[in-house]
């Protein structure tokens, strides 16, 4: 597992082998645009540091001899640079600026969402108060602008606008989290994306901090059992024949349909189709939405408002 988190997590800090022409993009979403903050509430602020203690960190990092709870993370960041490379990423954080990357605007952290452990996604779309008003089968008459979504003239396109979508959220390791849309629903990512993304082959910084071997260590919610796991099932050719699951299709197995759930085979490697997370888990953005929405997920229990049961009920409602 270890193995694996040093082979992905090099994102944070890469520097070309050719030139060191250090890229600092994957670093502004833990540590700041100008290296201010101290990434997941942990770290020493980088711009308080000079370029010796830079490289001398990043060298520490390297060997294992230096850091804390970030160390574990840290040494997968720094394991394809050279000295040569550590010296360009720290001339880089002590001369270049990133704000071009990093986001410009001030968190506007709602007032619940402070004080509680988890945020409710739906609890301004669904205000009751709003559902009533937006309401319109109490209505005698429904004027065209009542009808249209963007409640403005149909006929005219001067005051038709939409909202601005908000992406701007905490650092890693400073945000809350929210509460799942729906039971089992993939959980949306509460803190910045800013430098993370997009996932590649050889950059997924999300296994750094959300592998379980570190995830406690890191403050951070560890990834599921599920996406150790291949469900899918095994598919091989035999002369002209489709195998599936040890069966001929159109034969012993009329179409894929009639497997179930195929044998599960669990890893103690991140699955290759789990690897790129932002296809499931989405930045989640602050906007007014257009209608109020009236969806009441049922959960079951309060506990899986904010974990996933997927693994234990797979099969259920399956015959």
């Known amino acids: 597992m270890k193995k694996l988190i040093t082979k992905v997590a090099l994102g944070a800090l890469l520097v070309t082998s050719g030139s060191y022409a250090a890229n600092l993009a994957g670093c502004v979403g833990c540590h700041g ?14 711009k308080d540091m000079t370029k010796d203690e830079i490289i001398k960190a990043l060298k520490g990092y390297k060997d294992g001899s230096y850091g804390g709870a970030m160390k574990t993370l840290m040494k997968g960041q720094v394991a394809s640079l050279d000295d040569a ?5 720290a001339a880089a954080i002590k001369g270049a600026k990133t704000k071009a990357t990093a986001p410009k605007s001030k968190e506007e952290t709602p007032a619940t969402e402070k004080k509680a452990s988890h945020f409710d996604l739906n609890a301004n779309a669904s205000d009751k ?40 959220r905490p650092a890693p390791g400073a945000s809350t989290k929210f509460e799942r849309a729906y039971r089992d629903a993939p959980p949306m990512i509460p803190h910045s994306v800013e430098g993370l993304l997009p996932i590649t082959i050889s950059n997924n910084q999300c296994v750094s901090c959300h592998m379980p071997a570190v995830a406690k260590s890191m403050g951070a919610t560890p990834i599921s059992e599920t996406h150790f796991t291949n469900y899918r099932p095994d598919v091989s050719m035999k002369g002209n024949d489709v195998i599936k699951e040890g069966k001929i299709v159109g034969k012993e197995l009329a179409n894929s349909s009639d497997i179930l759930i195929a044998k599960a ?55």
């Open 129 to 168: 108060k709003r559902i009533d008003t937006e309401e319109l089968s109490h209505k005698k008459t429904v004027t065209e602008e009542e009808l249209g979504l963007r409640k403005t003239n149909l006929y005219n396109e001067d005051d038709a606008q939409g909202n601005k979508t908000d992406y701007s």
């Open 85 to 89: 490379g550590i010296e360009a990423v």
């Open 265 to 319: 085979k669990k890893s103690d490697k991140l699955y290759a189709g789990r690897f790129n997370c932002s296809q499931c888990h989405a930045p989640q953005s602050k906007t007014k939405t257009d209608v109020a929405n009236t969806f009441r997920p049922d959960f079951g229990n309060d506990t899986q408002k904010a974990h996933s049961n997927l693994l234990n009920t797979i099969n259920e409602g399956v015959k």
């Open 33 to 46: 645009a100008d290296f201010e903050k101290e990434a997941m509430g942990k770290s020493k602020v980088v």
